[in-house]
């Protein structure tokens, strides 16, 4: 364990093997460092915070700081970060609002410079926030989801697996899995994502599904209910596709009559 002499560290805090702490670092009090974990010069990491081995906190990147909400002064809850993820200069990561809730993130995750994740929301895995990446509390990241620079996502949005959201888009409704989405306002659902899907290994029959779907979903004038009727289902691709379509409260962008007339399913 390396520790440079300026760090501060929480007598309650706990460190695990080979942990690096570089100058004028702060850890918190119930701040728990995985094995391995590089924390740079000016990182702050407060709890109760619980961040996997192998990670990696760069200059100045903040984690577990109270919630940005307006009127409350807490409690707050926790948060909960995985492995071998790399949080670039100034990046955030903040506490759920809630006394009893944890804001998750989850492996391999890249979240670049000044890269903000809000109270509340659930990161996957091999997830990439560009710089400058904003999301609001209670936000869903699918695994493999790709958020281009100055993205923002409003409270309560989903972002499906494999997305792919172009730099500088705003979303204020649903992101369907495996789909690209540009623009600020309105929206424009650009089609599969078909380089992450390749990279991902869904190619073949699994493609051809899933461009059959995407068609019968966001190229059709039917009625919301007939589209979904019309998906050939069976592939694991499809139905995951439809079932997030299903669950969304928000609406799915892509799914109006024009691209920011969108639909709620419910």
């Known amino acids: 364990m390396r520790i440079h002499a300026t760090a501060i560290i929480d007598p309650h805090a706990r460190l695990g093997a080979d942990v690096e702490v570089g100058p004028y670092a702060v850890i918190g009090k119930d701040v728990v460092v995985g094995a391995r974990t590089r924390i740079g010069p000016h990182a702050c990491l407060m709890g ?12 100045s990147a ?19 970060i995985g492995s071998r993820n790399v949080f670039r200069e100034f ?3 903040h506490r759920s609002m ?19 994740v809000g109270h509340d ?6 997830v990439v926030l560009c710089n400058g ?17 100055g993205a923002a996502a409003q ?19 649903d992101v369907p899995p495996f789909c690209m989405v540009v623009g ?56 995951r596709l439809l079932g997030f379509v299903q669950a969304s409260k928000r609406g799915v962008i892509g799914l109006g009559s024009r691209d920011d007339d969108v639909e709620a399913p419910g």
């Open 121 to 126: 929301c659930v990161i996957g895995n091999n």
């Open 91 to 93: 990046s955030q990561v």
């Open 98 to 116: 809630k006394p009893d809730g944890t804001t998750l993130v989850g492996d391999d995750g890249l979240f670049m410079a000044t890269a903000h």
């Open 48 to 59: 109760p915070l619980e961040i996997g081995e192998d990670n990696v906190v760069a200059f």
């Open 184 to 239: 600020v306002r309105p929206h424009s659902l650009a089609g599969l994502n078909r380089v992450g899907l390749r990279r991902a290994g869904i190619v073949g029959e699994s493609m051809r599904a899933l461009k059959a779907a995407f068609r019968a979903l966001f190229r059709s004038d039917l009625p919301l209910a007939g589209r979904i009727a019309a998906v050939e289902r069976g592939t694991p691709e499809v139905e």
């Open 133 to 149: 990446v904003l999301l609001s509390g209670h936000v869903e990241v699918g695994d493999r989801a790709f958020m281009a620079g």
């Open 155 to 173: 409270q309560f949005s989903r972002i499906g697996e494999l997305v792919m959201v172009g730099g500088h888009a705003g979303i204020s409704r």
């Open 62 to 80: 903040a984690l577990g700081h109270d919630p940005q909400v307006k009127g409350r002064g807490g409690p707050w809850g926790a948060t909960r």
